[in-house]
């Protein structure tokens, strides 16, 4: 495949079918280590938990259309896969803040496993300093720019309390961070370049619980069936005919700021 026309197709690969891809990735390695040569669609859609139809169409985005009858190759696929996630190079990476979520992400095995090896922790506690944590030890905050390239760090996570993180973003990308994930509450001012994944565990809850609700009112919304008060028509209802403003509900704009 072209490099040129390899980089056009990945510009063009909706974000959920990315993170579908990853998904893809996972099942296929797990194939290949249990000796498994071919899948077809339907299996490969059937353990990734898609249907079928939108598995291939997902892997037409990276040119991979499988033989009718066989279906696809699975070390060629990873291979295809691994190319659009950008897997063909190990990134290093750094996290921000080893307090219980940074202390168990520096000890997650799944990380080297995928290619993400950790290769810097930090924190300010200065009780923390020098001692290993899934083998690494910890450095100063005031030293992510020099080790971070020193050790060619391009993934860093932030785990750090609100306040902290967009300076700790900072020192990241000045030591040649590329990407970041964010476990902070706070959007992040980055430079154009730098790629930012915010991930708020509070809002995803929200999100579940909105889909949980969303299936409640609709198996109560046969006339005559209690539960059913919404509210006046045109405002948010909470069931007792009082209405929620967007602050109420939790909503968040989960925009990355460039200036």
Do not use: W
Request: glycine letters at 12%; proline letters at 5%.
């Amino acid at each position: 495949m072209a490099v040129p026309a390899a980089r056009e197709r990945a510009r063009a690969i909706p974000e959920a079918a990315v993170a579908r891809l990853a998904v893809y990735l996972r099942v296929l390695s797990g194939l290949e280590e249990r000796g498994t040569r071919t899948v077809s669609s339907e299996e490969l859609a059937a353990f990734a938990g898609v249907n079928s139809a939108k598995l291939r169409k997902d892997l037409s985005y990276i040119g991979s259309y499988g033989t009718r009858g066989v279906g696809y190759d699975v070390a060629v696929l990873i291979g295809q896969i691994e190319r659009t996630l950008g897997l063909t190079k190990k990134h290093r990476v750094a996290v921000v803040g080893i307090g219980n979520l940074g202390h168990a992400l520096a000890n997650y095995g799944g990380f080297l496993n995928r290619g993400f090896p950790v290769a810097a922790l930090f924190d300010l506690d200065p009780d923390l300093l020098d001692v290993p944590v899934g083998g690494i030890p910890v450095s100063s905050i005031g030293d992510i720019v020099e080790v971070c390239r020193e050790r060619e760090v391009t993934i860093g996570v932030i785990a750090t309390p609100t306040e902290g993180a967009q300076d700790v973003c900072d020192r990241l990308v000045e030591g040649g961070v590329v990407c970041i994930l964010n476990f902070a509450p706070v959007v992040l001012q980055v430079p154009e370049h730098v790629e930012v994944r915010k991930v708020d565990l509070a809002v995803e809850m929200q999100i579940l619980s909105f889909h949980v609700a969303r299936r409640n009112q609709e198996s109560v919304a046969v006339p005559g069936v209690a539960g059913t008060d919404a509210g006046p028509p045109g405002r948010g209802g909470n069931g007792n005919g009082n209405s929620e403003s967007a602050p109420e509900r939790g909503d968040v704009d989960g925009m990355v700021v460039r200036p």
